[in-house]
């Protein structure tokens, strides 16, 4: 199963507030084995949101969703997911009995929407301020806020996916080449892809920085430790015997 992620917020594609969801949820993923195969941004507009979730409804992946399910008016995910879906909002039960014993009378008439959700929807549980977010299926629907969404995104990956996790995490290797090019080396790149196509083979170009102002490519092998380890044995044997420098990353 593929993981991916929708990310919802006009402040974020007009550059008032940076993403941390994306690298987050990477690296969420990755503790587990796990791997972010797509990501979306969004901004807070109900055609483009509704328009994402049926293609996410649709998908067979499991979706992340963050940002959108509160009670403001500019927060309009809760009823694009029943939209996507054709069922109707509705208060779930349990989230009524938390919502109400966290505010009291003043649950109403607002703060009560944070439990208007899809009809049939499962709720997520939110360690900080008890707020659930939801599940559709493998879609999963969680704040903005970054110390409530990560947990919760954790809990849905724990009680949900554990049967794919990874017994043993892929590892990577890389390494850089100077001064190379990469239409010079595709032919000995398709060789090796050839040769471990179980691994995920990576080139980026770069066409010099303040760490390595020359041009340079950084390879890279990615999957189980032992193949990934022969791999770039033999690929860095190979770019020394074409006559390349070699240097690692730079931290």
């Known amino acids: 199963m593929d993981f991916s992620a929708i990310i ?28 972010l195969a797509r990501v979306v941004y969004l901004v807070d507009t109900p055609a483009a949101i509704t328009r994402e979730l ?6 067979g992946e499991a979706v992340f969703s963050f940002g959108g399910i509160g009670a403001t008016p500019d927060d309009h995910t809760r009823q694009c997911a029943a939209d996507a879906l054709g069922v109707p909002l509705a208060i779930h039960p349990e989230a009524r009995t938390i919502i109400e014993a966290r505010f009291g009378a003043e649950a109403y008439p607002h703060r009560i929407n944070m439990g208007n959700i899809p009809q049939g929807a499962a709720l997520i549980p939110n360690p900080v301020n008890q707020m659930p977010g939801f599940s ?7 704040p903005g806020f970054p ?9 849905v990956l724990d009680t949900r996916y554990r049967h794919l996790f990874a017994s043993v995490p892929d590892v990577e290797s890389t390494v850089i080449a100077l001064d190379a090019r990469e239409g010079d080396l595709i032919t000995l790149m398709q060789a090796f892809t050839a040769r471990y196509p179980a691994l995920r083979f990576s080139s980026l170009p770069n066409f010099g ?29 190979a770019l020394a015997e074409a006559g390349y420098t070699l240097l690692e990353r730079p931290h």
């Not at 919802?8 to 791997?35: F, N, V």
């Not at 920085?209 to 044997?237: K, L, S, Y």
Request: aromatic content about 8%; overall charge negative.
């Open 147 to 155: 110390s409530m969404a990560w947990p919760m995104v954790e809990w």
């Open 209 to 237: 920085n303040e760490a390595i102002p020359q041009m340079h490519i950084e390879f890279g092998f990615r999957g189980d430790a032992a193949t990934v380890a022969e791999a770039m044995d033999q690929w860095r044997q």
């Open 54 to 59: 049926e293609r996410a409804f649709a998908s």
């Open 136 to 142: 559709v299926r493998d879609v999963h629907f969680v």
């Open 8 to 35: 919802i917020g006009d402040e974020l594609l007009s550059g008032k507030r940076q993403d941390k969801h994306l690298a987050a949820l990477i690296g969420i993923l990755s503790a587990r084995g796990l791997g």
